[in-house]
């Protein structure tokens, strides 16, 4: 084989490496979630999507036809954002705002980052500006070996974690939230296994190719199998404003 047809066949392989290891396994359990609790009925709906980043989710939802409005913290993603028509202000901005109330928020991968009475602060914020009877739909990862890899990782928090500061019943806490939430739907999310503790992973060594081949075939091995052999990581929870 040809030194051309070489690179051109690691160039392609590598293409495939990062669509798998990069591959949102959230965003279709967010879209059916979206789809199931808005009854299909796209056009009525409004969606904000907290910590938006660089508006995958907002596009697709944009796409379904959904009326959606991205939320971030970081203003040089919201101006790439807006730019390639997507929707989204700053945080700063939208405290401004005089938005209507929403249909449906999305958290997705936000509440790790934040800790218990932060995040109680936080997610009050934003569920004043949801309807009664309108949904949250969280995605986070659970706690594995891996959780820490991410600087700004806080706390992984559980659904339970979640109702016994918002849910309804008095649970044994420090604090409570003001907005009260009742958990209606749960999916825990899957994903390829993943290497932990290698040095290749970390460092550019002769371990990092095999690595790197290992997390392919298990990411393959996932796809092929549609999640047999995978682990579940996170989960994603829908809940209803009460």
């Known amino acids: 084989m040809s030194k051309l047809a070489n690179h051109t ?118 569920l004043d500006r949801l309807k009664s009877g309108g949904y949250l739909i969280i995605a986070t990862p659970l706690f594995t070996n891996y959780f820490y890899d991410d600087f700004d990782h806080v706390k992984p928090y559980s659904p339970l974690s979640i109702m016994m500061v918002f849910g309804k019943q008095a649970s044994q806490v420090q604090y409570y939230s003001r907005n009260k939430l009742h958990l209606i739907d749960l999916k825990y999310r899957k994903r390829h296994y993943r290497s932990t503790y290698v040095r290749g992973k970390y460092l550019k060594s002769t371990t990092t190719r095999f690595y790197q081949f290992v997390e392919l075939i298990n990411s393959l091995l996932f796809h092929i199998s549609l999640g047999f052999f995978g682990k579940k990581d996170g989960w994603v929870g829908v809940f209803k404003k009460v």
Do not use: A, W
């Not at 359990?29 to 009525?44: A, D, M, Q, V």
């Not at 249909?103 to 800790?115: A, G, P, Q, T």
């Open 9 to 126: 066949l690691y160039k392609e392989i590598k293409k495939l490496y990062y669509s798998l290891i990069n591959h949102d396994y959230d965003l279709p359990i967010i879209l059916n979630f979206c789809n199931k609790y808005s009854h299909n009925n796209h056009k009525e709906y409004r969606i904000l999507d907290v910590g938006c980043g660089y508006g995958r989710k907002i596009s697709l939802l944009q796409q379904t036809g959904y009326k959606v409005l991205g939320v971030d913290i970081n203003s040089q993603l919201i101006e790439i954002n807006q730019n390639q028509g997507l929707n989204c202000v700053t945080v700063e901005d939208f405290v401004h705002t005089n938005e209507s109330q929403f249909d449906i928020i999305l958290m997705s991968h936000i509440i790790e980052h934040f800790s218990p009475s932060d995040l109680k602060d936080f997610m009050d914020g934003y």
